[in-house]
C-alpha cells in the first residue's frame, strides 16, 4: 500500500526566509509525486509535478528514490505563499486515485 | 473551457438522512475521482468512475456510493449519514491516462 508523510502540521516562517516542507512517501514502484495548495477559499490547485522538474512561484522540488523523499522548497518565503500544502503520490497501477499526505499548513509572517 | 462544478456548495443535513452530490468535469473529461477532506483525516480518496464504470474504490463503508453518467457527470450518494460525515467533498477530473488534476471548489456538508 502506498502512503505519503507529511510530519509538521504547521510551520511558520519569517517572510524573506527559507522554506522546507518535507514530504516522504513509501510505494514500492516508481510513482509520480506531486505538490498541491490550497489558499485561503480557493480551490486546490496543483503547485508542482516531479516529472516536469519546474519552479512554479519560486517553489522546487526534487525526488529522492533513496530517501523517499519529495520535500518543496523556496528560498526566500513570502507573505502570498502562506496556504495549506499537500504532498500527494499517483501510481498508474494503484488505479487512477491520489494518495495524498495530511498537509502542512505554511504561516509567512511580516 | 469550464471548470470543474460541484453543487451544492453547501448542504445541512441531519443524522439518517441520504444526501446526493454532483460533479460537472472538464467538458472532454471522462474520469472523475471524489476526495473527502476532514481537518483530522485530511483528503481521503472515496472512488474513481471511467466512462460510467467504478475502477478504484477507496476505504469507505458501503453507505457511500457513486455513479457516472453518460456525459461523464457523477453523483455521489451518502446514506444514513452520520456526525463523521461532515466534511467537504471534492471532485476531480482528468482525461484518459492522466493523473487527477483538476479539482472543483468542493460541496461541504454539515450534519446535525
Known amino acids: 500500500a502506498q502512503r505519503v508523510t507529511q510530519p509538521e502540521k504547521l510551520l511558520s516562517v519569517f517572510k524573506g526566509a527559507p522554506v522546507e516542507l518535507k514530504c516522504n512517501y513509501s510505494?514500492?514502484?516508481?510513482?509520480?509525486l506531486f505538490w498541491y495548495v490550497q489558499y485561503s477559499r480557493q480551490r486546490l490547485q496543483l503547485l508542482l509535478r516531479?516529472?516536469s522538474r519546474e519552479s512554479i512561484k519560486g517553489f522546487t522540488a526534487d525526488l529522492n528514490k533513496g530517501e523517499t523523499s519529495f520535500h518543496l522548497k523556496k528560498p526566500f518565503a513570502q507573505e502570498e505563499d502562506s496556504a495549506m500544502y499537500y504532498c500527494a503520490l499517483y501510481a498508474k497501477s494503484s488505479g487512477d486515485k491520489l494518495t495524498f499526505g495530511t498537509g502542512t499548513r505554511l504561516a509567512v509572517r511580516p | 473551457k469550464a471548470g470543474v462544478t460541484q453543487t451544492p456548495r453547501y448542504l445541512i443535513k441531519t443524522r439518517g438522512q441520504q444526501v446526493t452530490l454532483s460533479c460537472s468535469p472538464i467538458?472532454?473529461?471522462?474520469?472523475v475521482s471524489w476526495y473527502q477532506q476532514t481537518p483530522g483525516q485530511g483528503l481521503q480518496f472515496l472512488f474513481e468512475y471511467f466512462s460510467e464504470t467504478q475502477r478504484n474504490k477507496g476505504n469507505f463503508p458501503g453507505r457511500f456510493s457513486g455513479r457516472q453518467f453518460s456525459n461523464s457527470r457523477s453523483e455521489m450518494n451518502v446514506s444514513t449519514l452520520e456526525l463523521g460525515d461532515s466534511a467537504l467533498y471534492l471532485c476531480?477530473?482528468?482525461?484518459?491516462?492522466?493523473?487527477?488534476?483538476?479539482f472543483g471548489d468542493g460541496t461541504r456538508l454539515s450534519i446535525l
Open positions: 516531479h516529472i
Open positions: 467538458s472532454g473529461h471522462r474520469s
Open positions: 510505494y514500492s514502484g516508481s510513482p509520480e
Open positions: 476531480a477530473s482528468s482525461s484518459q491516462g492522466e493523473w487527477p488534476q483538476h
